[in-house]
């Protein structure tokens, strides 16, 4: 029996719901919303017999208050052990591994969710399964103990790679007292600290199916899916408010004078310099957000003066630029693997490139359309790996929104020079900034980098 | 058990399924080159010529000629295009071109979506049968492979584990690094690099070439003839290896000022090639999580811990322990492994371990460049079926394999250390025996 023969049975099986009104957002993926406010999006790929479910909330870092800092991610892992449906975290495990469930979890600035991969013909069990985790988990001292552990050990893993430590370094610089808002993995002190009425807390404020997005992406057909799902989900209570509304996540404080810091440590065999600037927001400057994109492609280009500035003269060995997009304001960052002997030279330099980001001829129509290419070819990139692009489709969902993700290509094409000037202009160009040096002992006393890496 | 032994059934059904369609993976000769295709429905193509023997092609003086001949066929220009051009081009239509040298084979290789796949192939062919290494070119590429080296040098996991391998294979071809050191690449020139890629490198009997992504084999087939059906072609016989022991119990040990200890462990294992192969590697997948429980989860050990089966032409098993209590780790790793052999798995576990690796294999096949990788390390290591047999293989395999292969495979360890000597001073690694 084929793939497509047991999907058939399934379907003719199992009780068939009216599904709600569809709207299809490409070639292959669909969408509806449950009267319960659930968003819903079925992405259709045959080219293997597997399925990933992935349920998304609009969570994360930027919703922890000091106290919760990477609790969020704690809680996330505890969703997966002990719920009322399974039993214990033992017995979930067991029905996972047995049933060919491959589960995961990721939270980062601005969503939290758990997804898995298994056999597409399983998708029955996999959506009842996700139901029990997200909707009956049961919160205990013993998974929380678990979960507290595997926390702290990851960061602990995290703190032995000299590059997180700078990255650690720039939020604290960047995002000033709000830091923490921007780090999903948490402190140890936090990590350690927390309770169950805690993560109790979380579930109460958060997890509505008015606040999230499952995704569900495979071989599978989407109106059995929309069915299935109804029929799973659709009892679902909502919260009855817009959790984001009732909790405001505090502003961010503008950066007002720029800063330079200096990390130490006897494991950087390479030095780095991470400049960075704060970016534009989804939720306040969208065309800025587009310009972004285009403006640090074309920058990343072999033909842009910033590479020929810094990789083609043997200043620096890499150059990275790059916008993150958020719905809070994204960091916009410059990263430099400099010629370890040209720190001073390297620093100058880019200082000089920066000052010219907005000029006429800093950048060319050729450069503007290879980028507007480039991103649009992105795009199909990111739809090749179908388990990953449920990811990719929550990230925008979560920081922007599903339109902004589909018409993103059409909206490219719109960007010219004037508006890559602006959002120099606007964000970078004259703008406090933080810039930081990772360094080894020994290159930082040869070189007396204190002497010129600060601000003037 | 039923149920347990359906879904994986079910899964070999659906690969069964593929085997009969277009989809399936097929080998032909090209003009005395082998081509291994596969065809697909994504929008992405990836293309690798493969080239055979890695450190068995040079001297441990030269170490990363091989990698940085490689990278600069794809990076340095050719004779028909400057560097610049090639890659003002590959930037134009968001085409990659790549190369790179490991222990047992190195590859050139072409990642594009499949509009621009005729684009592409002009760049990738010229990169294969005319790199020119312009010398200025030549001299960015070596900082870039220094930095890299560098770069993957901070990552303590990856340092102790290189670390292991290095020590304990010192004197074979496994005992330097491919990528090379400051050392071996600061006195690499251009001429070198193309006297080395030109008469050691480019070679139809060495060479290979592994495609996948959404075109046909009429229009791959011609594409090869044209670019490649004038390479030369000179007599070359495949290294074979034979099966490693690692059994001495030894500790290399290194001081390092890290948040926590790394402890690496190299044990024998059966070639690729081998029917006990994939046993092995389920074997070692239901130590590995065996381990983890018992050092992180109950024992409160150590950190993190990991298994790997690392697939070389002289393949052995990895262990890698993150602990600040290495002493009581090592132990109780040692104890783990000793009652591991003792009682084996049994039909429920290994069930579990099945469904978790014959997934994760077909997670893997949505990535182009992940199928390509696979297709190509079987035929080096045993043949390009072996990829595309492995979810088979790995249903058939039994209990009883499974629980013969990791007594007869890991008799004995050799540690390295990388952290706070303080914390294992005296400190006498028990025999595993």
């Not at chain 1, 669909?30 to 080219?47: M, P």
């Not at chain 1, 399974?86 to 469930?101: E, L, M, P, Q």
């Amino acid at each position: 029996m084929t793939l497509k023969k047991i999907s058939l049975t399934l379907l003719l099986c199992g009780a068939v719901a009216v599904p709600k009104a569809q709207t299809k957002l490409s070639e292959n993926i669909f969408q509806i919303k449950l009267n319960n406010g659930l968003t819903v999006i079925v992405i259709e790929d045959n080219s293997v017999p597997l399925v990933t479910v992935s349920m998304t909330f609009k969570n994360g870092a930027f919703a922890e208050p000091t106290n919760y800092s990477g609790l969020t991610y704690m809680y996330h892992n505890m969703l997966y052990r002990s719920n009322t449906y399974y039993g214990t975290g033992d017995a979930v495990a067991y029905f996972a591994s047995k049933t060919g469930i491959l589960r995961n979890v990721s939270v980062n600035e601005e969503n939290a969710e758990c997804h898995f991969t298994m056999p597409s013909f399983g998708i029955d069990q996999g959506l009842r399964y996700m139901s029990a985790a997200i909707r009956y988990p049961v919160l205990d001292e013993k998974s929380l103990n678990e979960v507290k552990s595997v926390s702290d050990k990851e960061l602990l893993g995290k703190e032995s790679n000299p590059v997180f430590l700078l990255n650690k370094a720039m939020c604290q610089h960047l995002w000033g007292d709000m830091y923490r808002r921007k780090m999903a993995i948490g402190t140890h002190e936090t990590i350690q600290g927390a309770t169950l009425a805690l993560m109790d807390s979380i579930q109460k404020k958060y997890y509505y199916p008015n606040n999230a997005l499952l995704t569900i992406a495979g071989n599978i057909s989407h109106d059995q899916m929309f069915s299935k799902v109804e029929e799973i989900f659709g009892d679902w209570k909502p919260s009855g408010f817009d959790p984001l509304k009732k909790w405001p996540i505090p502003e961010i404080k503008p950066v007002t004078k720029t800063q330079y810091f200096t990390i130490e440590n006897s494991n950087a065999l390479v030095p780095y310099i991470l400049i960075a600037w704060q970016g534009p927001s989804t939720r306040t400057d969208v065309p800025s957000t587009y310009a972004a994109d285009v403006f640090s492609n074309v920058l990343m280009q072999n033909s842009s003066k910033l590479k020929k500035a810094l990789v083609q003269s043997g200043l620096a060995l890499n150059v990275n630029f790059n916008y993150l997009t958020l719905s809070r304001i994204g960091p916009i960052t410059l990263t430099i693997q400099p010629n370890p002997l040209k720190i001073k030279e390297c620093l100058a330099e880019v200082k000089k490139q920066i000052a010219l980001f907005d000029t006429d001829d800093y950048i060319t129509a050729e450069q503007i359309a290879t980028a507007q290419r480039k991103l649009e070819i992105g795009h199909i990139r990111r739809e090749e790996v179908t388990s990953d692009f449920v990811n990719i489709l929550a990230f925008w969902w979560a920081s922007a929104s599903i339109d902004y993700y589909f018409n993103y290509v059409d909206n490219l094409p719109k960007i010219k020079k004037a508006n890559l000037q602006s959002y120099v202009r606007k964000y970078i160009k004259n703008k406090p900034y933080c810039a930081g040096l990772l360094i080894g002992p020994q290159l930082k006393a040869q070189l007396k980098t204190d002497e010129f890496f600060k601000a003037h | 058990m039923k149920i347990l032994n359906n879904i994986v059934l079910g899964l070999l059904i659906s690969t069964a399924t593929f085997a009969q369609n277009p989809y399936a993976t097929r080998s032909f000769d090209v003009a005395g080159i082998k081509v291994i295709f596969k065809p697909t429905q994504k929008k992405i193509v990836n293309v690798r010529v493969y080239y055979r023997g890695g450190t068995a092609n040079y001297a441990a003086s030269k170490a990363g000629i091989e990698h940085f001949a490689l990278a600069g066929a794809a990076e340095c220009g050719t004779k028909n295009f400057s560097a610049n051009t090639l890659k003002d081009t590959c930037d134009k239509y968001d085409i990659s071109l790549s190369g790179s040298g490991n222990f047992d084979f190195g590859f050139v290789q072409l990642n594009c979506i499949s509009k621009y796949f005729d684009k592409g192939w002009y760049l990738f062919a010229d990169a294969v049968t005319d790199p020119a290494y312009q010398s200025h070119e030549v001299q960015l590429l070596r900082g870039k492979i220094m930095l890299a080296n560098k770069t993957l040098a901070s990552n303590p996991i990856i340092l102790a584990s290189k670390q292991l391998m290095l020590n304990t294979l010192k004197g074979t071809q496994y005992g330097f690094d491919p990528c090379g050191t400051d050392e071996t690449l600061k006195d690499i020139n251009q001429a070198e690099l193309k006297n080395y890629y030109y008469n050691t490198l480019l070679n139809k009997e060495r060479m290979f070439i592994v495609v996948v992504g959404n075109i046909t084999k009429e229009e791959l087939v011609q594409k090869i003839m044209f670019s490649f059906a004038n390479l030369p072609s000179r007599p070359y016989n495949k290294p074979d290896m034979d099966e490693p022991d690692f059994n001495d119990n030894k500790l290399i040990k290194t001081q390092q000022a890290l948040p926590v200890n790394y402890i690496a462990a190299m044990g024998n294992s059966p070639l690729v090639k081998s029917a006990d192969f994939v046993p092995f590697k389920l074997g070692v997948a239901a130590f590995g999580a065996t381990l983890y429980n018992d050092l992180v989860v109950n024992g409160h050990l150590a950190d993190n811990t990991g298994t790997n089966c690392m697939t070389t032409l002289v393949p052995y098993v990895n262990i890698v322990l993150m602990s600040n209590k290495p002493q009581a780790a090592v132990s109780g790793a040692i104890n783990t492994l000793r009652n591991f052999q003792e009682r084996g798995v049994n039909e429920d576990w290994l069930t579990r371990i099945k469904n978790n690796m014959v997934i994760n294999n077909f997670i893997s096949q949505q990535n182009v460049a992940a199928v390509t990788d696979r297709l190509g390390e079987a035929e080096v290591f045993a043949s390009w079926q072996y990829a595309d047999d492995f979810p088979q293989l790995v249903f058939m395999t039994t209990v009883q394999q499974v629980n013969a292969v990791m007594k007869k495979y890991i008799t004995g360890l050799t540690w390295s250390y990388l952290g706070n000597l303080n914390a294992i001073d005296g400190y006498n690694i028990p025999p595993l025996k």
